[in-house]
C-alpha cells in the first residue's frame, strides 16, 4: 500500500511574497500582475483568499483599513503571476495622514506602475457606488488599463436582488456587463469564474 505524503508548506500554490509602500517597488521576477482594488471593507482581502484556497493568507477584518500597505502574492498554478492586494479608499474613519499616503500608494499603483497585467475592482452587490467610486470610475478609464468588475458578498442577498443590482451598478460606472462577474467569499460562489478570467489574463 502506498502512503501519500502530507503537503508541505511550500507545496501551497500561493505565497505571501511581502508588504511594500512604494508602489513602484520592483518585484523580481517580472511576471504578469493582478491587483485587487475597491473601497474599504469591499472584501478584497477575504476574495484573494478565496481565490487561492488559503484561509487567513490575507489578513481580513470586519473593522475598515485593515489593508494598509501593497501586499504582493505570487501564485505558481500554471503561468506564474503576482496578486497584489492594495488599501481600500474611502475610509472616513482613520487619521488625515494614514488616508493621505493610501491615496498616495494607489494612485500611484494606478497610474506609474509599469508591470499591471489587469485590475480587478470590486464593488459590494449591496451598495450603490459612492462618490469615491465613481471617481475610481474616471481614474481607470483614463488610466486605460484591462478592468474586471466583481460584485462582492453576493450571499447577502437573493438571485432577483443581485440581478437588479449587478444591472444599477453596472449602469452608474458606465460599465459593460461582460466586465463583471458576482462572487461571494463566503459560500465560493462565482470564484472558479473569477480564477479561470485571471489565469487567461496572465496566460495573454
Ligand atoms: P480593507 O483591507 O480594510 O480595505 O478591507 P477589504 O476590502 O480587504 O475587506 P476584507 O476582506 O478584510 O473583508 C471585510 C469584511 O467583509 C470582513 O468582515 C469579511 O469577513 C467580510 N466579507 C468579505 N467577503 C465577504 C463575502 O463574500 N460575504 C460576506 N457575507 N462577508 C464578506
Ligand atoms: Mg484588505
Known amino acids: 500500500m502506498t502512503s501519500r505524503a502530507a503537503p508541505k508548506a511550500s507545496d501551497a500554490i500561493a505565497t505571501f511574497l511581502g508588504s511594500f509602500s512604494n508602489p513602484m517597488e520592483v518585484i523580481e521576477p517580472v511576471l504578469p500582475e493582478i491587483a485587487f482594488l475597491g473601497r474599504?471593507?469591499?472584501g478584497k482581502s477575504s476574495l484573494l483568499n478565496a481565490l487561492v484556497g488559503i484561509k487567513g493568507l490575507a489578513k481580513v477584518s470586519a473593522t475598515?483599513?485593515?489593508t494598509q500597505t501593497m501586499n504582493v502574492f505570487k501564485v505558481d498554478q500554471g503561468r506564474p503571476y503576482y496578486l497584489v492586494d492594495l488599501p481600500g479608499y474611502g475610509y472616513a474613519k482613520t487619521s488625515k495622514t494614514n488616508r493621505a499616503s493610501f491615496v498616495a500608494l494607489i494612485d500611484g499603483y494606478l497610474n506609474r506602475r509599469l508591470t499591471?497585467?489587469?485590475l480587478v475592482w470590486l464593488l459590494d452587490?449591496?451598495?450603490?457606488?459612492s462618490a469615491e467610486d465613481r471617481t475610481m470610475a474616471e481614474i481607470l478609464g483614463d488610466r486605460g488599463l484591462?478592468?474586471?468588475?466583481i460584485f462582492t458578498k453576493a450571499d447577502k442577498l437573493g438571485t432577483q436582488a443581485i440581478r437588479t443590482?449587478?444591472?444599477a451598478i453596472t449602469r452608474a460606472l458606465g460599465l459593460n456587463?461582460?466586465?463583471?462577474?458576482v462572487t461571494s467569499s463566503k459560500t465560493g460562489a462565482g470564484i472558479a469564474e473569477l480564477r479561470a478570467t485571471i489565469a487567461a489574463a496572465v496566460a495573454g
Open 40 to 42: 474599504s471593507n469591499v
Open 64 to 66: 475598515p483599513g485593515k
Open 116 to 118: 499591471v497585467t489587469g
Open 125 to 129: 452587490i449591496r451598495h450603490d457606488p
Open 146 to 149: 484591462p478592468v474586471l468588475a
Open 165 to 167: 443590482q449587478a444591472r
Open 177 to 181: 456587463e461582460e466586465q463583471a462577474q
